[in-house]
């Protein structure tokens, strides 16, 4: 059982929005902004999509957008494309460790 | 332009052990906090060890304490991980990951450690 809690799928047609959640507790994603997401894609490896809970790096589409209330956070992608479907993950500081979520696979209809 | 450079991996039987490297360049090692990560077959991402930027302070996951060590030499420009115990649930790619502020910006391509019988 992963320490962060994602649904295991999600989908949505080209064009639309989805929202991924990834539940904590108060000792990771509740205790520190520091939540990240990566997105991954089959035999590759994970990219980084989002950070510090809101932050995009350089290069990615500003259709990736995160946000975080309590201990949930959130990984919205707007304006669908094909090539956004793939594996995605959060992942939060938390102490000693760091902790990511099981994934949620986001088809893209 | 950064690079992170698995090797090591392979097959081994339960109880055995096997030594990980990650070849960073592109950047200055020393710097940086460096992590392990790892995914077993078809499952998610599970993060197993990191070492501070002089490798005098190191965590584990709780799976894999006592049995996994991480290490990292730094005029080499390499970061370690020494498994010993190996068990048929340690069996996953394993990731050499850069922390910059609590989040991984660079990944390497993963090394396969398969253990059987």
């Known amino acids: 059982q992963s320490a962060l809690t994602q649904p295991p799928s999600a989908s949505a047609s080209p064009g639309q929005s989805v929202t991924i959640s990834c539940t904590g507790t108060s000792s990771d994603i509740g205790g520190y902004n520091y939540v990240s997401w990566y997105q991954q894609h089959p035999g590759k490896a994970p990219k980084l999509m989002i950070y510090d809970v809101s932050e995009r790096p350089s290069g990615v589409p500003d259709r990736f957008s995160g946000s975080k209330s309590g201990n949930t956070a959130s990984l919205t992608v707007s304006g669908l494309q094909a090539e956004d479907e793939a594996d995605y993950y959060c992942?939060?500081?938390?102490?000693?460790?760091?902790?990511f979520g099981g994934g949620t696979k986001l088809t893209v209809l | 332009e950064v690079q992170l450079v698995e090797s090591g991996g392979g097959s081994v039987q339960p109880g055995g052990s096997l030594r990980l490297s990650c070849a960073a360049s592109g950047f200055t090692f020393s710097s940086y906090w460096m992590h392990w990560v790892r995914q077993a077959p078809g499952k998610g991402l599970v993060w197993v060890s990191r070492i501070n930027h002089g490798g005098t302070s190191t965590n584990y996951a709780d799976s894999v304490t006592g049995r996994f060590t991480i290490s990292r030499d730094n005029a080499k420009n390499t970061l370690y991980l020494e498994m010993t115990s190996l068990r048929v649930e340690d069996t996953a790619i394993y990731y050499c990951?850069?922390?910059?502020?609590?989040?991984?910006?660079?990944w390497g391509q993963g090394t396969l450690v398969t253990v059987s019988s």
């Open positions: 990951t850069r922390e910059n502020g609590w989040y991984y910006n660079y």
């Open positions: 992942s939060s500081f938390a102490g000693s460790k760091n902790v």
